[in-house]
């Protein structure tokens, strides 16, 4: 049986750079491959060369082409889809989804459907998990996979192939005479260590990644901390992979794409100090010099960690602020003050590291000053880099069930609703009614400002430089990354023109 893992067109659609790499498939790859079946996967924002906008700014009017492009099957990304999926063979559909790209992920079943007809068509993905019932009703999906498929995925093939018991399969939810039918959930995989490595040789036109995309990967599952505006599939708990695992994953990525930048993209990669001592204690025994960044919390950071971090090849780290108004920040259920936020910059200032904050505007009740406070509290934290975005609301959510109760949210869109609506107003009733306390002219008018004061920092020449030098190393091992980075350079300071 031969599978084909999709997933779908998005940034390409909407004339943006793709900085997303499919781990997700290539670790399900890795346990279609262990379990005996031919797997290839099919990333369509890579099935051509990586191009398009950096400016993310501008990101909202950019999904106006998303909208257009997903609706018409003439698109030539859509017709190179379809000849792609034909050249593969596939015995058996896999389509990966995103909430905020579900109305491509029902295209991209459609258009499978159109061109094979007798393939099976499973959906998984973070969307698949928070609503199966939505996602099963798309006509040309025949299941589901809610949650973690490492597992699931083999024991779904092998009962299609042996034409077994469909009931048996733990979180596979299925169609039986027109009806939809939710399987119990199966448990999570305690043992990651005991998972096949993720499997890059699986995804087609590997050319169109770079050495650091091909470095993406993941020391642990899962979190424990409650942010109300995040799903937690994996109930907050955290499983941590040994060191040894992570250390061979690291040298086959090396041996096989020539990777020296690693992105590990853990939810909080400093949840446990010991975990992250050990493998920085392994990362300087490698035969081979890497640099690395990570994501985690400014509660969890402090002197002696990041020492030891950026000795053993931290480059860049990333955190969340989330807002500058203290009542905004304790509605988000972060459970970190600004006092904490403030300390934590001025350790990594301290210590010289390039970090990125992420800062969040529209939640239900912010009011104009709450958004000022956020445009100030920039310049108080001074990130070498700050991502500003506007609240976009997901299912299963704290936060969305609150937007619910005050009647800013729909729970149950229909499935053409995701064909026909800007991915940022996904669940809005009124895309035009974000906020409580602030008319939707005024609400603009302050997104705007903040945009624009958010991309004058970044686009700061300093910035640029010291996130240059943070990267030096891997220039050094990958010059391709220098050349990208570089015009990423230009754009960002509106010369992107001389790199035509």
């Known amino acids: 049986m031969k599978i084909l893992l999709i997933d779908p067109p998005f940034k390409s659609f909407a004339g943006m750079f793709s900085l997303y790499f499919p781990l997700g498939l290539t670790y399900l790859a890795g346990a279609a491959k262990k379990a005996g079946y031919e797997c290839s996967i099919l990333d369509m ?55 905020t790209k579900f109305g491509s992920v029902i295209q991209t079943a459609r258009f499978c459907r159109e061109v094979l007809p007798q393939v099976p068509i499973m959906v998984g993905g973070a969307h698949a998990s928070t609503m199966p019932e939505l ?28 034409r077994g018991d469909l009931s048996k399969v733990g979180s596979l939810t299925w169609k039986d005479a027109g009806k ?40 642990s599952r899962g979190c424990p901390f409650r942010c109300s505006y995040c799903f ?10 040994s060191v040894e695992s992570v250390i061979a994953e690291i040298e086959q990525v090396h041996r096989e794409f ?24 392994a990362f300087k ?28 090849g931290l480059a860049q780290l990333s955190v969340g602020i989330e807002s500058g108004s203290a009542s905004i920040l304790k509605e988000t259920d972060k459970d970190i003050t ?20 992420y800062f969040m505007i529209g939640l239900p009740t912010e009011t104009e000053e709450d958004i000022e406070k956020t ?22 959510t704290k936060l969305f069930n609150q937007g619910v109760e005050m009647g800013l949210l729909d729970p149950h869109p229909p499935l053409e609703h995701f064909l026909s609506t800007n991915p940022k107003d996904l669940f809005f009733k009124d895309p035009e009614r974000r906020v409580l306390n602030l008319d939707h002219k005024r609400f603009q008018e302050l997104s705007e400002t903040a945009s624009q004061k958010f991309h004058r920092h970044n686009s700061n020449l300093f910035n640029l430089i010291r996130r240059g030098f943070a990267r030096r190393r891997a220039y050094m091992y990958d010059p391709a990354l220098l050349k990208r980075d570089f015009g990423r350079g230009l754009e960002f300071l509106g010369l992107g023109s001389l790199i035509k």
């Not at 099963?136 to 299609?160: M, N, Y």
């Not at 890059?200 to 169109?208: D, G, I, T």
């Not at 937690?232 to 992979?241: C, D, I, N, P, Y």
């Not at 600004?338 to 904050?357: D, S």
Request: proline residues 7%; glycine residues 4%; charged residues 25%.
């Open 135 to 162: 996602t099963a009703s798309i006509p040309e999906v025949d299941f589901v996979l809610r949650g973690e498929s490492d597992e699931t995925l083999p024991e779904l093939l092998k009962t299609i192939e042996n």
């Open 375 to 396: 445009i100030a509290f920039l310049r108080r934290a001074k990130p070498y880099y700050a991502g500003l975005g506007v609240y976009n609301p997901f299912p299963r």
């Open 285 to 312: 025994k490698l035969p081979f010099k890497i640099t690395f960044n990570c994501t985690t919390r400014v509660d969890l950071l402090d002197d002696e960690m990041l020492t030891a971090m950026k000795d053993a």
């Open 232 to 241: 937690h599939m994996w109930e907050r708990r955290v499983r941590f992979r």
């Open 180 to 219: 939809i039918i939710h399987n119990p959930d199966a448990p999570f995989t305690q043992d990651l260590d005991s998972l096949p490595l993720p499997d890059r040789s699986a995804l087609l036109n590997p050319e169109h990644y770079s050495s650091e995309d091909m470095g993406i990967m993941l020391t």
């Open 338 to 357: 600004h006092e904490q936020i403030l300390k934590a910059a001025e350790m990594l200032n301290r210590h010289h590291i390039f970090w990125t904050g």
């Open 45 to 99: 924002d890579a099935a051509e060369p990586k191009e398009g906008s950096l400016n993310y700014s501008r990101e909202y009017e950019h999904y106006s082409n998303y909208i257009t492009a997903i609706n018409d099957p003439a698109h030539p990304t859509w017709q190179l889809m379809r000849r792609l999926v034909v050249e593969q063979k596939p015995d058996f559909i896999g389509i990966t989804a995103l909430t």
């Open 258 to 281: 020539g990777t020296t930048q690693f992105s590990l993209k853990d939810d909080s990669f400093t949840v446990r100090r010991s975990h992250v001592f050990n493998l920085c204690q």
